[in-house]
């Protein structure tokens, strides 16, 4: 079993999950210019980066990653898009993203699981926890279909399910402390430093939430996966 992992950005990499998973990942990086494939292999991921979900310009490979998000909503291969993964699969499949109206919401912050997360196979028990947060975009219109999951107090878009095994998070699970403070390096954050200091005073509670979530994505896709 393999996942396919498409990376927009060296400093978005897999972080914690690279660790969780336990299934081998093809990670593809197209700003090196590598090909984004047509169609993904046991598993989907799709990461997060510093362009809007409709900025082709910008990342000229991004209608080729929402083709792919398509196909592998339509085949039910399990997927997980994270952050703007989650708005180009939103957007990939008849949503709406959009410029978010409450600014950046940046930090540990709190996301809160909704009635239907009770069932789902990934969020169920997660309840209230802290996520990494860095985004200034937001998924304003869920895909037709789409299952609310979490919801948070800057942007309630925070986690969806889409048809069989394709789930979209705002939020970074993947982020570790060290991953966060590259984000914040350089920025004109005037509270970043202290925003790093609350990531990584968060952090036994983020791995406490967010690996069994990886690892039950995990689950699904061995229990999916095409013989």
């Given at each position: 079993m ?7 950005e ?20 197209p ?8 169609r ?13 979900a409709?900025?082709d ?17 339509d ?17 990939a ?15 540990a ?6 009635p ?13 926890a ?8 937001a ?59 609350e990531v990584?005073?968060?952090e ?15 689950e699904v896709?061995?229990a999916?996966?095409?013989?």
């Open positions: 393999r996942i396919t992992v498409i990376e927009h060296a400093e978005a990499g897999l972080g914690y999950l690279a660790g969780w998973l336990g299934i081998a990942c093809d990670v593809v990086r700003y090196l210019g590598e090909e984004v494939p047509a993904a292999a046991d598993g989907l991921i799709v990461l997060g980066g510093a362009a809007a409709w900025e310009e910008r990342s000229p490979w991004q209608p080729a990653t929402r083709d792919l998000l398509r196909r592998a909503v085949e039910a291969t399990p997927t997980l898009g994270i952050c703007l993964g989650a708005q180009l699969l939103t957007l499949c008849g949503g709406t993203v959009e410029r978010g109206a409450n600014g950046l919401e940046v930090g912050r709190e996301v809160v699981a909704l239907a997360a009770r069932e789902d196979r990934l969020l169920a028990g997660v309840g209230t802290l996520a990494v947060q860095y985004h200034q975009d998924m304003t219109g869920l895909p037709a279909g789409a299952v609310p999951l979490m919801t948070g107090g800057q942007y309630p878009n925070q986690a969806y399910r889409l048809g069989e095994a394709a789930w979209a998070v705002q939020f970074h699970p993947e982020a570790t402390p060290e991953i966060f403070a590259s984000w914040t390096h350089g920025s004109d954050l005037d509270a970043a430093e202290d925003l790093n200091r990584k005073s968060a036994p509670a983020l791995v406490a939430t967010w690996r069994p979530v990886a690892r039950a994505f995990a896709i061995r999916t996966a095409r013989p």
